[in-house]
């Protein structure tokens, strides 16, 4: 039976600092992997680290955002390893679309795509985003 703590998500491979969120927003290269976005950039310590951006807004409520945060960190620390020095943030899309409750605004109460999100479809978007992640790049 494998360590569960050098399985692990170490502090080395997390954002914490609001100071790396404002790097990787600000120099980030743009992906989407299902009802998540995916923003990143290189860092200076040479491993991966993984950030979490979902809001209520986007995610619901507190039960949905948990599940979503838990599912694509299960999905980094198992592909972590194999993963460039990069500092990734992961978020999910709002429903552009979304229902307005009465009073027009848009009801963060109310699920939205990514509170709606399949887990194993979800856990498949992320898993081909970190395999084509950590795929070596095709010289030109």
């Keep these: ?22 790097a990787v927003f600000s120099n980030a290269k743009r992906a989407h992997a299902g009802v998540f976005f995916i923003r990143s950039c290189d860092n ?24 979503l945060k838990r599912l694509v960190r299960e999905s980094f620390r198992r592909h972590k390893n194999n993963l460039p020095g990069r500092d990734y943030v992961v978020g999910c899309k709002s ?27 979800a856990r498949a978007a992320m898993n081909r985003f970190w395999e084509k992640e950590s795929a070596p790049e095709k010289p030109a």
Excluded: I, T
């Excluded at 951006?53 to 948990?66: D, E, I, L, P, Y």
């Excluded at 552009?96 to 699920?111: F, I």
């Design 1 to 22: 039976m494998k360590n569960a703590r050098a399985e692990g998500l170490g502090k080395q491979h997390r954002l914490d600092k609001p100071s790396q969120y404002k």
């Design 95 to 121: 429903d552009k679309h979304g229902k307005h409750n009465k009073n027009g605004n848009s009801g963060a109460r109310r699920a939205n795509g990514a509170a709606r999100a399949d887990s194993a479809q």
């Design 44 to 67: 200076q310590c040479g491993v991966p680290r993984l950030g979490l951006a979902f809001s209520v807004r986007a995610a619901g409520k507190a039960v949905a955002r948990n599940r």
